[in-house]
């Protein structure tokens, strides 16, 4: 490819894509924090200005700030979005479809939408097109694609610089090289440099002649979308705890963002940190009865292979878990290679047998050949000095003393808050190396390198969340059987393939009991649903915060008798006595005494105790809120349980009214809310009400 070239203003950038590709522009934006926003704005705006111009957009996870609805968000959560949001510019497109004021010229796909943000936008839910994530790459071909916008990395080296396609390798990888198989049509690939982004190398690192267009100026950069950290409940943990009970020493691990995501991983270096209270714990939770053979028993041990990650998204729980010392099995780039060292036959130090090892499994042949002694250089089994000639025997002083070009993690793409961010600046250079953001098809898929891709992936756990599990097995986790979208099937349905593809894989699918929502409690567990993500057929382990229930090759029978065991005490005789209308239970059948406590005040008391000696904290990763924002968000959840309908508003407002005393509650959080010295009445009784608030969760 020719060099690129470099223009400082968006602006002027769009005039040189126009020129090269057209009026008829296909826009792929990475997923999430990867977009070149001000260009994608750019070329937006000129689109909404001529009308000659025909712009398709296919994004997804599009990042916004938090929409505030009210006064009292606005006083929260304002100060919070000038914070840690700073100078994020928004992208113009979503605003038109908030406004409803889209140009005919231009259209917006999204194959993932931001969790429950678009539920009740007409546009977005009739323009979403649903594709799992490793396909979005095909999709955009299909659609003609002829400009990507990408958020890059940079650094120079002797004055020469390089570049790093950063947080999101995923599609864009794969989306290179279709279209370099199958386009017959000028591309114009642009990338937007932004100094704050961590500069990745492996797969990520790419030369200036990937680009045809780079947006270089400092004056661009922007603060990264650094969404905060969710608090995680004790039902949390308690599910967390269970999925970690089923990860494997020397295996793989997948996980995702929220506080499930943080739980698992919370509970994972427990169990490597503090393994006796970790045990002690997992007892009180209750021994999994409904394990089944291929995982007979929990598993308690301190990680002495470790685990290596396979995740579509890298989060920062990953980097706790290097750190802890969990995640240090490092995997490498060859199948042989790799087979033999989980079998034993050969370590990452290097000995003398360690050449006539891999000559009898045929990795390299026996005598050297040129590209043989090239390879071994490669995997440090050579050092990279070695005088090594082919016809001879390598001497010991040629050999290198460890494996190299060790993997920890495979990734597709980042997001999280600021602070992982730095961690990620910050890394160690065999810690940066270690990581590898690649292409999505590599880490969802096992087809093309199936023999490698199941060598490294061996006992692999695919930890995924869902919002609903129906009793037959099915899962429910991007949509609402109205057919409206809450997010989008992503990369879950492949981990599930996957797991059931793999030797000794499991998939996981973590969810919690009960969502409560306008004050009624309803169970996420339900006897059927009008809409799934992933088929019944594929059914495996489900994990809520009352236990773990194996489902993999059971009758329609005992899967329904394994999920009530894991259901909420609260519903388990209704969803019964559905199953038994239905024929799928016998009339008889009666759930298990040790079953029938499942509620939140058993949780309570079994990690009551724990809490109180600093363990499981709101939040265990550390959170961009401050301390009195954490205790203002327990009001705020507070308030929002109390106001779900208009009666239940107007006893709160006569009940703060009374009883609302600004001088009782804390001065530091009414201060936060600018509402510690009111100016007017309103303001007064928004004292009030906040007060009354804050009063009442922190007696809770």
């Given at each position: 490819m020719p060099d690129p070239q470099y223009i400082p203003e968006p602006e002027a950038c769009v005039d040189a894509v126009i020129k090269h590709v057209g009026k008829k522009i296909v826009l792929g934006l990475p997923l999430g924090l990867g977009k070149a926003n001000q260009f994608a704005n750019a070329l937006f705006n000129r689109a909404k200005s001529d009308p000659t111009i025909d712009l398709t957009i296919f994004a997804a996870l599009t990042l916004e700030r938090p929409r505030l609805k009210n006064e009292i968000e606005q006083r929260y959560f304002g100060p919070m979005n000038a914070r840690i949001f700073d100078d994020y510019p928004e992208l113009s497109y979503t605003q038109a479809l908030r406004q409803g004021t889209m140009p005919d010229n231009i259209k917006v796909h999204e194959f993932f939408l931001t969790p429950g943000n678009w539920m009740n936008n007409a546009q977005a839910q009739q323009d979403y097109i649903s594709v799992n994530y490793s396909h979005g790459a095909r999709t955009l071909v299909a659609l003609g694609v002829n400009v990507i916008g990408q958020l890059i990395a940079k650094r120079e080296d002797d004055k020469v610089a390089k570049y790093s396609l950063s947080c999101n390798t995923d599609v864009t990888l794969d989306i290179i090289k279709l279209l370099e198989e199958e386009a017959d049509w000028p591309i114009a690939m642009?990338?937007?440099?932004?100094?704050?982004?961590?500069?990745?190398?492996?797969?990520?690192?790419?030369?200036?002649?990937?680009?045809?267009?780079i947006i270089d100026n400092e004056a661009l950069d922007f603060k990264l979308f650094g969404?905060?950290?969710?608090?995680?409940?004790?039902?949390?943990?308690?599910?967390?705890?269970?999925?970690a009970s089923l990860v494997k020493d020397g295996g793989t691990l997948q996980i995702g963002i929220g506080s499930l995501g943080d739980a698992i991983a919370y509970a994972l270096i427990l169990r490597e940190k503090h393994n006796k209270t970790y045990g002690e714990l997992l007892n009180r939770l209750g021994d999994g009865t409904d394990l089944g053979p291929d995982i007979n028993t929990r598993e308690t041990s301190r990680f002495k292979a470790g685990l290596y990650g396979a995740s579509e998204m890298v989060v920062d729980g990953f980097l706790h878990l290097i750190d802890a010392g969990v995640l240090k099995r490092r995997v490498y780039p060859d199948a042989t290679l790799q087979t033999l060292l989980n079998e034993g036959k050969i370590t990452e130090a290097i000995t003398t047998k360690t050449l006539d090892v891999l000559q009898e499994a045929g990795a390299v042949?026996?005598?050297?050949?040129?590209?043989?002694?090239?390879?071994?250089?490669?995997?440090?089994?050579?050092?990279?000095n070695a005088k090594t000639q082919t016809s001879r025997k390598p001497a010991k002083k040629d050999l290198g003393t460890k494996l190299k070009g060790g993997i920890l993690l495979h990734g597709g793409f980042f997001l999280g808050p600021q602070s992982f961010y730095d961690q990620l600046k910050d890394l160690s250079p065999d810690k940066l190396?270690?990581?590898?953001?690649?292409?999505?098809?590599?880490?969802?898929?096992?087809?093309?390198?199936?023999?490698?891709?199941?060598?490294?992936?061996?006992?692999?756990?695919?930890?995924?969340?869902?919002?609903?599990i129906t009793l037959s097995g099915a899962v429910?986790?991007?949509?609402?059987?109205?057919?409206?979208?809450?997010?989008?099937?992503?990369?879950?349905?492949?981990?599930?393939?996957?797991?059931?593809?793999?030797n000794n894989a499991r998939s996981i699918i973590a969810v919690r009991a009960t969502r409560t929502k306008a004050g009624h409690t309803k169970s996420n567990i339900v006897w059927s649903y009008g809409h799934v993500t992933i088929p019944r057929h594929l059914r495996d382990i489900v994990v809520t915060e009352y236990g773990v229930a194996d489902l993999r090759g059971h009758s329609d029978r005992d899967v329904i008798a394994r999920l009530l065991n894991i259901t909420d005490s609260r519903f388990q005789e209704g969803l019964l006595n559905r199953a038994k209308s239905a024929g799928k239970i016998e009339q008889t059948y009666k759930i298990p005494k040790a079953h029938r406590t499942n509620t939140p005040e058993r949780l309570h008391a079994l990690f009551g105790p724990a809490q109180k000696q600093g363990l499981f904290a709101l939040f265990p990763f550390g959170t961009d809120l401050t301390d009195e924002e954490i205790r203002l968000g327990r009001a705020m959840r507070w308030l929002e349980a109390q106001t779900f309908s208009k009666p239940k508003m107007i006893k709160l407002a006569i009940s703060a009214l009374i009883g609302g005393n600004p001088k009782a509650a804390p001065q530091e959080l009414l201060k936060r809310m600018d509402l510690d010295a009111p100016k007017s009445l309103r303001e007064r009784l928004l004292a009030k009400l906040i007060a009354y608030a804050i009063n009442a969760a922190e007696v809770k």
């Open positions: 642009v990338g937007q440099v932004n100094t704050n982004l961590p500069f990745m190398t492996n797969d990520a690192e790419v030369g200036a002649d990937f680009f045809d267009f969404p905060p950290k969710m608090p995680v409940s004790l039902a949390d943990y308690a599910a967390g705890f269970h999925a042949s026996n005598p050297l050949r040129a590209h043989d002694i090239q390879k071994l250089k490669k995997w440090g089994v050579l050092h990279e190396n270690a990581i590898n953001m690649t292409a999505i098809s590599y880490v969802n898929e096992l087809y093309g390198d199936e023999e490698l891709k199941a060598a490294q992936r061996h006992d692999a756990r695919f930890i995924n969340t869902a919002m609903m429910v986790s991007d949509g609402l059987e109205n057919g409206r979208v809450v997010s989008g099937v992503g990369g879950q349905y492949n981990f599930v393939a996957q797991a059931h593809a793999l």
